[in-house]
DNA sequence: TAGTGGTCTAGACCACCGC
DNA sequence: CGGTGGTCTAGACCACTAG
């Protein structure tokens, strides 16, 4: 409890500290609560304020989580979800199911998708560099919210160019099985690569209300650009995920 | 300016909102600077803490940099370094680069690598499940900071199983040319293929120093496994980095 | 209702920057 | 030196949770 108010270091940052400390050695398990705040103004002999910034301290890091009213607790952390490259191969899409239905259905966890926009909209630039199209040209986009086990779990848009879609399940609510990738095969264009580009960032405030993101959780943006086997781009999927729940996998050669 | 202090909405948020609008329409360009603390307390009417927590926001998103008795800026962002999976190709490889001097060197940047440690250390569990080892049984370790441009880049620790490094360079501060890949290599270990998981997080203090890492701005973890063509784990490449300053980039069949 | 967090104020004092 | 941020206090008032 060794809180030295003379210290060089702020006092709401050894008591941070303090806790910090107890969580990483697991001596506060998660789910555990942190005395209240009213508590750590008789224990450290602060004032309320400062026992707030500590706890500011830890809830930006993403330790601990604060519900109003209930008090604070150490953060508990959910499994995460292993996206692997070989999610997205030929055989996986042959199974029926779209890159994240697949990926769900292998965590046992339920899953659904909720359609927040459908229809054409000028290409941002990053998609229309990603398309070959100039910007602002007319894009096909599928925007929607997909939940796994009763939670947020990304918010993903796909892009189109609108001749590859037209009278395709594509542009429906449901594309059907196998996904979207396995319309654009069936229209001839067969798939031959993907590349994949990560990003990680703070959420934006609209990403967290949409996602549930607790405080202190960073975002992963990942852009994938599937690509047939003219060498054509014919789909862009921009989704943005929690970072809490997702760890990415890519197997490569050394050749 | 249209601050409401009866509104639901509290007033730091408000001012917050305020100046993330206009950051993001560009009208405060990066670099410019936001009005003082006392300026804010004047055009808001609102106490010090107030206007200091609004900032706090701001900084916690890392949208905005304080220096003390400079003022408060909108950031700039320096260029991302793209590390894409072909870095790690033989041919670039036997350019006689390891890989971080490859990605450096294509940016056109100076690079210099820091040891902090080298020697054996108890596997951790992490290490030791990537090399089929027990955990706490010796590896040898190369624990360095990555510098490029004169900024802190990365923390990197290689893990080696000891009988791969013994009597080689690898266990020198200067591993040779090509990197230590280039020394397994000679020493009959064929590299076949990398295996690269990414995870995003917030920092821990000591990699925010380490790192010089704004606040506001996560992590990529990136560990790589290195495997021979007889399937054995010959490294396992720990590393931590600015989210700010990098981004992933990978190519993959659709087979 | 008692206990918890959430917001805000007014003011003190210190530390760093640049002229 | 004046202006800037950084820390801390003491207290008021509100809002949510749970028994």
Redesign the pocket.
């Known amino acids: 409890m060794d809180i030295d ?1 003379s210290s060089d270091r ?4 050894q008591i941070a500290d303090y806790f910090r400390d107890l969580i990483d050695r697991g001596e506060l398990a998660p789910g555990a609560s ?6 750590m103004t008789k224990t450290f ?6 026992a ?2 500590a ?1 500011d301290v830890l809830r930006g890091e993403g330790l601990v989580v ?7 607790r150490v953060r508990e952390r959910g499994p995460m979800l292993r996206l692997a490259s070989q999610r997205l191969t030929r055989a996986n899409r042959a199974a029926g199911l779209g890159g994240f239905a697949a990926d769900m259905r292998a965590l046992g966890l339920e899953y659904r998708q909720e359609m927040l926009h459908l229809g054409e909209v000028p290409a941002p630039r990053r998609i229309a560099e990603r398309l070959n199209l100039s910007v602002d040209a007319p894009v096909f986009v599928r925007r929607r919210r997909m939940w796994g086990g009763g939670e947020p779990m990304q918010l993903a848009d796909s892009y189109y160019p609108l001749d590859l879609v037209e009278g395709t399940p594509i542009t429906e609510e449901n594309a059907g099985p196998g996904g979207s990738y396995a319309r654009l095969e069936e229209r001839g264009h067969r798939l031959s690569s993907f590349r994949e580009e990560l990003h990680a960032r703070m959420p934006s405030e609209d990403e967290k209300r949409a996602l549930s993101l607790q405080p202190g959780v960073p975002v992963v943006s990942l852009m994938r650009t599937a690509i047939d086997t003219g060498g054509r781009a014919v789909e862009v999927f921009d989704s943005v995920m929690s970072a809490d729940k997702h760890l990415f996998q890519y197997d490569f050669s050394a050749d």
């Open positions: 108010p702020p006092v709401f940052k942190l005395p209240s705040e009213a508590q002999g602060v004032a309320g304020g400062t707030r910034r706890l604060t519900e109003h009213g209930r008090g604070t």
